[in-house]
């Protein structure tokens, strides 16, 4: 059984770090390129970052492109997201999600998906 467990969410203020940590069981994790999404109340899910299978290319969203750096350690089966300079609009639950190939942005292909971190930045 497949399981995706994140952690590290939590109620900070504008302005500070986070790190957010995925627990990967139950697959052969670097044959599964790892992203992170995430969804605000009333707001659809959306793409935060993603990491090929060998930890060599990464992507972002604009909204975190230069904030956040998301890594793996295939060795502990984990994928963490830091997120510094944190904005209230970085409120919202945060998934972990895997999928067997390559990075993609499409919710839709994600073969597996975490239970969400809350993550709550105030002002």
């Known amino acids: 059984q497949v399981q995706l467990v994140e952690s590290g969410g939590g109620l900070v203020q504008a302005g500070d770090s986070l790190r957010l940590s995925c627990a990967a069981s139950?697959?052969?994790?670097?044959?599964?390129?790892m992203h992170w999404f995430r969804q605000s109340p009333g707001k659809e899910r959306e793409f935060v970052a993603s990491v090929s299978w060998s930890g060599g290319t990464t992507y972002y969203a604009d909204s975190v492109k230069g904030r956040g750096t998301i890594s793996r350690d295939n060795a502990k089966n984990m994928v963490f997201l830091q997120l510094n300079s944190l904005e209230p609009d970085d409120t919202a639950v945060y998934y972990c999600?895997?999928?067997?190939?390559?990075?993609?942005?499409?919710?839709?292909?994600?073969?597996?998906w975490g239970q969400g971190t809350q993550v709550t930045v105030s002002s």
């Open positions: 139950g697959l052969v994790f670097r044959e599964y390129a």
């Open positions: 999600a895997a999928r067997h190939g390559p990075t993609t942005q499409r919710i839709s292909v994600m073969d597996y």
